[in-house]
């Protein structure tokens, strides 16, 4: 019997075959920070505007260095399925250049957090608007108005300046937090989940690290290191919704990409994605943003000539797979981790059975007894 909320590897069962970095997470890409800010108050009957409320925002930061607009990294977006509403992606793509952290929230409140960005970034930079150009802040979103007033738009400046303050590179806290407070995946809990995996040494040790609002599924269609374990418990407890919701995926490495390979890394999350039985629905807003640590980008130029360093396209595959494995793993530790919640209109998300899904897996001969 496991108590309390585990991650995967704690009941034993290793997805793919890479190693994973220190943490398992994110932050094994050395400089990346995340920090949460969680809002959950009142119980009971939905009111319009004033709660329950079960939300919050999520940051990732590229590098400790929180000025990201004076020092850019490399950065691209892929789009698996656009029933979504980001903040930031067009020039993101056009430019190939991620110069604000990214803040993660939900589908109402996109445009408060952006607003609350901008705001941070202009008090670290008097240059934008007078002497320099203006800041592209990147806001990604799920919906969580299954559990969460989400009319209300609970998440203000305050709340993202706080994520912000409390952005570091200590092992990332999953499950109901920041962002992923009311979010569900596979009619469970669902929200905040990470992965790491470091490439082989004759390739240069490099780290892929993931990040995952997962908010996304039918029960049914759950599926665990290849075993279909939601059609054994698509029974277990209350359910609701049609499996339409969305996942947001970061994807971070220290391996030195250009815009363009990196936009091919943020292709592969889908097949993570696909591995725990996701196909991107009809109403799924299903976005994955990549960037590397390793070719930092001076806002101001001293040289019409920037040499960088790129890795070469034949040890792609590499990253590629780490991607995968990394994705699914970073899923399937915000659902393990995730707790069970009581929302508006006292809806329910339970939290996944992790004694019953060991058992289904030890059935399968996938752990061992």
Do not use: W
Not at 343 to 350: C, E, K, L, Q, S
């Amino acid at each position: 019997m496991f108590l309390g909320r585990v991650r995967v590897r704690d009941i034993g069962l290793k997805i793919g075959v890479f190693d994973t970095g220190v943490s398992n997470s994110i932050v094994d890409v050395k400089g990346v920070m995340v920090g949460h800010c969680t809002i959950i108050e009142g119980e009971g009957k939905l009111i319009p505007g004033k709660g329950p409320i079960r939300t919050g925002v999520t940051v990732i930061f590229p590098h400790e260095d929180r000025n990201v607009f004076k020092s850019k990294v490399v950065a691209s977006s892929f789009i698996i399925n656009g029933f979504g509403k980001p903040i930031g992606l067009a020039q993101l793509n056009e430019l190939g250049q991620l110069e604000t952290p990214i803040a993660l929230t939900n589908t109402l409140n996109v445009g408060i957090v952006a607003d609350a960005i901008i705001e941070y970034m202009l008090n670290l930079n008097p240059d934008i608007g007078v002497s320099t150009g203006t800041v592209n802040p990147v806001v990604l979103e799920c919906n969580d108005g299954f559990l969460n007033d989400i009319r209300g738009r609970h998440v203000k400046h305050e709340h993202v300046f706080k994520a912000i303050e409390n952005a570091s590179s200590n092992p990332v806290v999953e499950g109901n937090v920041g962002a992923g407070t009311g979010m569900s995946c596979f009619e469970f809990k669902g929200g905040i989940g990470s992965a790491s995996r470091v490439l082989p040494s004759d390739i240069g040790r490099y780290v892929v690290g993931v990040l995952v609002l997962s908010n996304f599924g039918r029960r049914e269609d759950l599926t665990i290191a290849g075993i279909p374990v939601g059609l054994k418990l698509k029974d277990y407890g209350g359910r609701g919704g049609d499996g339409s919701g969305s996942i947001v995926i970061i994807v971070a490495t220290d391996a030195p990409l250009t815009a363009r390979q990196l936009h091919r890394l943020a292709k592969r999350a889908t097949h993570g994605i696909a591995r725990t039985g996701g196909y991107s629905s009809h109403g799924s807003g299903d976005f994955v943003v990549a960037f590397s640590t390793a070719n930092r980008i001076p806002h101001y130029e001293e040289s019409p000539i920037r040499e960088i360093q790129v890795l070469s396209e034949g040890y792609m595959s590499y990253l590629f797979k780490a991607t995968v494995e990394a994705v699914e793993e970073a899923i399937l530790n915000s659902m393990f981790m995730a707790e069970t919640m009581v929302g508006r209109d006292n809806n329910v998300r339970y939290a996944l059975p992790i004694d019953l899904v060991a058992d289904l897996l030890e059935k399968h001969g996938i752990l061992k007894g």
